[in-house]
């Protein structure tokens, strides 16, 4: 049970990335917090930690202590490591709980649960500017983001005006969460990627596979799992060009490291027209295409049905050949038997003379 609660806090935080578009920078390292009110299914909040898109560690509200998610984080810290994050997570709760309660009143009451999602990480760069990350979206709802070089908060949704003003005087606050993002969580991720670099640079190829809806041929699925790392492009072509998705999952991740998008396209596949799925991933040189081959299995049964009917009716026009054959030679044997029978009585009459 505790894993399908895990799983479920992982797909509405995840969720958070695809309402404020993708973040920046190669490397990253990223804390996803969520905070339930109402709800009596998940825990009151939660939080993941996730490097390079690898989910590293896991709290929430109903466990004693934060919990690696990767061997290799559990073998090298002890248990007085995972205490002190409980403690901080639990803190950065705190400070989003008092916001969340102040937002929560200021709604109208419609319904009786409402959710907070925060990002607080940072992405590392070689060759540009670090980049902190501090955001929060109301209900699903990108509202606020913080500007750690102007200590001041980007409004992104109406609904988070009213907390503006308050927090841009908090300097205080302000130049502690920029000191977060610009030192404490860099040098994070440089102890965290040290660690896991041999895991996060591995590279597993995908696998790929193309069907269509089993009750209504007018929809093609292309499934792409078991890949590592993250970052893939799934195309579609018809008849060699490329032609726009109708909808797609997007990448998620999987429960042992790797991830799975599904690409949806809405067509006729036994139009004639030759429809394929191209995936381009860091493991595949050149890329690789899934042709939709259920068209041509279709002509070929088509084929084998229209042979197996010229073969009937060849056989059909045969019997019929046969059987007049037939007919005629037993024609002729009976009218030979006549002569022979009237030429015999013939003999036998004359000889009576």
Aim: with cysteine; net charge neutral.
């Amino acid at each position: 049970m505790r894993e399908v609660v895990r799983e479920m806090i992982l797909f509405i935080l995840l969720s958070f990335i695809r309402v404020q578009g993708a973040l920046a920078g190669p490397h990253t390292l990223i804390y996803y917090y969520t905070l339930n009110h109402g709800s009596t299914h998940l825990p009151e909040y939660s939080v993941v930690g996730v490097l390079d898109g690898c989910e590293i560690q896991y709290y929430d509200k109903n466990m004693a202590i934060t919990v690696p998610r990767q061997k290799w984080m559990a073998a090298t810290f002890d248990r007085s490591y995972w205490v002190t994050n409980t403690v901080s997570e639990n803190g950065f709760h705190g400070i989003i709980n008092g916001q969340a309660d102040e937002w929560i009143r200021r709604q109208n009451q419609t319904s009786n649960y409402h959710y907070v999602q925060g990002q607080f990480g940072c992405a590392v760069n070689d060759h540009s500017p670090n980049v902190g990350i501090l955001k929060l979206a109301f209900d699903g709802r990108y509202a606020v983001s913080f500007d750690k070089d102007k200590l001041k908060w980007m409004v992104h949704d109406p609904i988070a005006e009213p907390f503006k003003e308050k927090w841009d005087k908090n300097e205080k606050m302000n130049r502690y969460s920029k000191s977060l993002l610009e030192n404490d969580c860099v040098d994070l991720w440089h102890k965290y990627y040290a660690i896991g670099k041999t895991y996060l640079t591995r590279e597993v190829s995908p696998e790929v596979t193309l069907a269509a809806r089993p009750d209504d041929h007018s929809v093609l699925y292309c499934t792409v799992f078991g890949f590592y790392p993250p970052a893939i492009n799934v195309s579609w072509l018809q008849n060699g060009q490329h032609v726009s998705e109708t909808k797609s999952s997007g990448v998620i991740s999987s429960n042992d490291g790797t991830y799975h998008p599904k690409s949806v396209l809405e067509c006729d596949p036994y139009d004639g027209k030759q429809y394929s799925c191209h995936v381009d991933h860091s493991s595949l040189p050149g890329g690789k295409t899934i042709i939709w081959e259920e068209n041509r299995k279709k002509d070929r049964h088509i084929g084998l049905i229209a042979v197996c009917v010229l073969l009937l009716l060849a056989i059909v026009l045969a019997v019929i050949v046969w059987w007049r054959k037939r007919g005629e030679i037993i024609k002729i044997f009976n009218q030979t038997r006549t002569y022979t029978a009237n030429q015999s009585l013939s003999r036998r009459f004359h000889g009576c003379d």
